[in-house]
Antibody, heavy 117, light 106 residues
Framework: EVQLLESGGGLVQPGGSLRLSCEAS????????MSWVRQAPGRGLEWVAA????????FYADSVTGQFTVSRDNSKNTLYLQMNSLRVDDTARYYC??????????WGQGTLVTVSS | SYELTQPPSVSVSPGQTATISCSGD??????ACWYRQMPGQSPVLVIY???KRPSGIPERFSGSNSGNTATLTIGGTQAMDEADYYC?????????FGGGTKLTVL
C-alpha cells in the first residue's frame, strides 16, 4: 500500500524558514518523480515543485522560484521542501504527490504551514 | 505558464448527468486528468490520460479531451459525488491545475 506521510509544517513568522519532509513507502521510491502541491485555505490547488526520480532534475512554479528548493534522499525514501523567506501568502496545506507519468496517482494527507506574526 | 479554466460551480439533480469542463490552449494535445476533493480530505485521482479510470473509481465517471476542452462526466450523480473537482495537465515541465469546480447535487 502506497503511503506518503508529510511532516515539518507549523507556525512561522514572515521571513522565516521551514523544511517539509515526506516519507514514502509501498513503492520503489527512486523510480518515480514527486511533486509538492499546496492549497491555501479555501482556495484551489497550486503546483509548487517537482523532482525527478534520480533527483537530477527539479522544476518550480514561478511563484516559488529562488525561494523554495525541492530535494530527495532515495536511501531514506524521503522527499523534502526547503522553504525560505516565507511570506503570509505561503500559508497553505502542502501535499506530497507521487507521479505516474504526467499525473499524480497518490497524495499524502498534507502538512499545514502558517506564516504569521 | 499554462492556464486551465473551469466553471466555479455546477449543479445537478440526483440521478442526472453532471458535466464539468476544463479549457486550455491545445489541451487536446496533452494528457488531462481529474481529481476529486471531498471537504477536509486530500485530492483523489478519478480520471487520467483523458479517459481512463483508476481502480476503485466507479464506471459512471468518464472523461474526454479534444481541441481546447477536456470534460469530466458523472453519470447517475449521487449525493456522495458532491465535492470539488480539479483538472490538471502537464506542460513544459510543470503541472497546471484548473481553478476547481464545486459540484452540488441538489
Amino acid at each position: 500500500e502506497v503511503q506518503l506521510l508529510e511532516s515539518g509544517g507549523g507556525l512561522v513568522q514572515p521571513g522565516g524558514s521551514l523544511r517539509l519532509s515526506c516519507e514514502a513507502s509501498g513503492f520503489t521510491f527512486r523510480s518515480y518523480a514527486m511533486s509538492w502541491v499546496r492549497q491555501a485555505p479555501g482556495r484551489g490547488l497550486e503546483w509548487v515543485a517537482a523532482i525527478s526520480g534520480s533527483g537530477d532534475s527539479a522544476f518550480y512554479a514561478d511563484s516559488v522560484t529562488g525561494q523554495f528548493t525541492v530535494s530527495r534522499d532515495n536511501s531514506k525514501n524521503t522527499l523534502y521542501l526547503q522553504m525560505n523567506s516565507l511570506r503570509v501568502d505561503d500559508t497553505a496545506r502542502y501535499y506530497c504527490v507521487k507521479h505516474f507519468n504526467s499525473w499524480g496517482d497518490y497524495w499524502g494527507q498534507g502538512t499545514l504551514v502558517t506564516v504569521s506574526s | 505558464s499554462y492556464e486551465l479554466t473551469q466553471p466555479p460551480s455546477v449543479s445537478v439533480s440526483p440521478g442526472q448527468t453532471a458535466t464539468i469542463s476544463c479549457s486550455g490552449d491545445k489541451l487536446g494535445g496533452k494528457n488531462a486528468c481529474w481529481y476529486r476533493q471531498m471537504p477536509g480530505q486530500s485530492p483523489v485521482l478519478v480520471i487520467y490520460q483523458d479517459t481512463k479510470r483508476p481502480s476503485g473509481i466507479p464506471e459512471r465517471f468518464s472523461g474526454s479531451n479534444s481541441g481546447n476542452t477536456a470534460t469530466l462526466t458523472i453519470g447517475g450523480t449521487q449525493a456522495m459525488d458532491e465535492a470539488d473537482y480539479y483538472c490538471q495537465a502537464w506542460d513544459s515541465g510543470s503541472w497546471a491545475f484548473g481553478g476547481g469546480t464545486k459540484l452540488t447535487v441538489l
